[in-house]
């Protein structure tokens, strides 16, 4: 790949630009396929900025499904052009704004979700780099009280757990089910319902090394999906949150007039379906709860896994038994 430099001529831009070299270390693949696609690049061009972007010294960065499903060739028709540098999920130190730029400046400690759309042309410079380039709007500061692996895993997440509650209209004194409690997006549907909405009951799934962990959350009911089936259970609830793609029998247990969400697989009447937008207002907005602790990032203990190990991460994500948030740190 060629080496993009800013006019090393200048003196004055060179001045401005010194922390920042013309290549980096970044993961990527030129094909679609499994994790063994991916590649350690050590040259890639540092991405350039846009007027209303930020660029960032990757910290660290977390997996998500997505990633995996799109690395599959998923979305090929809506995705960027290959070759791709995967990621969404960052936190990092602000190194160059953009001249739109308004409220960030070099040095400031943010996260964030890097593509507003993660399916329709998300961006084809992820976060699995060690720079990556982001609108200011997508980011918010990082919350001082958690590190920069505990805010990596939380964007994508926090913010589909947020837009589906909001979606699904829920409030406060309402019940609701979450199916895949234990995963990335169950771990803050739960702590959102129960500690920001200000939920009656919430009620989760998981397998029964997990029940401990739904409890530590706020969930008042733990179901072990491996003895019992929530679908036959009496209990019917407000909200049923379905992070599984078990649509058509979360649909069972549903209140009439009460919403079912449905983030992935089928969707039965009256689910609903959507894909989470970035909105870095959500976490400015989320971050006095994590800032004083009543939502925590649930980080997988597996890891967090050095740069050098994104394959092996990947592929224990797509074990489908990870634990909240598979995080890579240090980038
Ligand atoms: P994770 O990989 O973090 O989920 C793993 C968790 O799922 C594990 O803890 C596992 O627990 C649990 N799990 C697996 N099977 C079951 C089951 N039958 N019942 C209960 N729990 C189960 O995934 P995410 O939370 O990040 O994402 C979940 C899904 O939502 C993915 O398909 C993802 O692509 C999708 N998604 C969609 C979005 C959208 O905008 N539409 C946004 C974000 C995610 P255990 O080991 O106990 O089985």
Request: net charge negative.
């Amino acid at each position: 790949r060629s080496v993009v430099t800013a006019a090393s001529s200048s003196p004055a831009v060179a001045a401005v630009a010194t922390d920042v070299p013309g290549t980096m270390k970044a993961w990527a693949y030129e094909e679609y396929g499994d994790a063994s696609v991916l590649k350690l690049d050590e040259a890639v061009s540092v991405p350039a900025v846009g007027e209303d972007q930020v660029l960032v010294r990757v910290a660290a960065a977390a997996l998500n499904p997505v990633d995996s499903k799109r690395r599959m060739g998923k979305f090929k028709a809506t995705d960027s052009p290959l070759p791709t540098v995967p990621g969404y999920d960052m936190a990092g130190v602000v190194v160059k704004v953009g001249s739109q730029v308004k409220n960030l400046k070099e040095g400031d400690e943010v996260y964030g979700h890097i593509s507003e759309k993660v399916l329709e042309g998300p961006k084809q410079f992820g976060s699995l780099a060690e720079y990556t380039a982001v609108e200011e709007k997508l980011v918010a500061l990082k919350p001082k009280s958690i590190d920069f692996a505990q805010a990596a895993g939380l964007p994508l997440a926090i913010e589909t757990a947020h837009e589906g509650l909001e979606r699904a209209g829920f409030s406060a004194g309402k019940s609701i089910l979450v199916l895949g409690g234990a995963g990335g997006v169950g771990t803050l549907v739960i702590q959102l319902a129960k500690q920001v909405y200000g939920a009656s009951t919430v009620a989760a799934t998981a397998s029964t090394p997990k029940l401990e962990l739904l409890k530590s959350l706020g969930a008042d009911v733990a179901i072990d999906y491996t003895k019992d089936n929530f679908e036959d259970m009496p209990e019917k609830y407000d909200v049923v949150f379905d992070a599984v793609g078990q649509g058509e029998k979360a649909v069972k247990v549903v209140k009439e007039g009460g919403s079912v969400v449905v983030l992935t697989g089928a969707v039965a009447s009256p689910g609903f379906r959507f894909v989470v937008t970035s909105d870095g207002s959500v976490l400015a907005k989320l971050n006095p709860y994590l800032e004083s602790g009543k939502v925590k990032p649930v980080v997988d203990p597996k890891g967090p896994f050095p740069f050098s190990q994104v394959v092996e991460a990947f592929s224990y994500l797509e074990t489908g038994r990870a634990t909240g948030k598979v995080v890579i740190s240090p980038v």
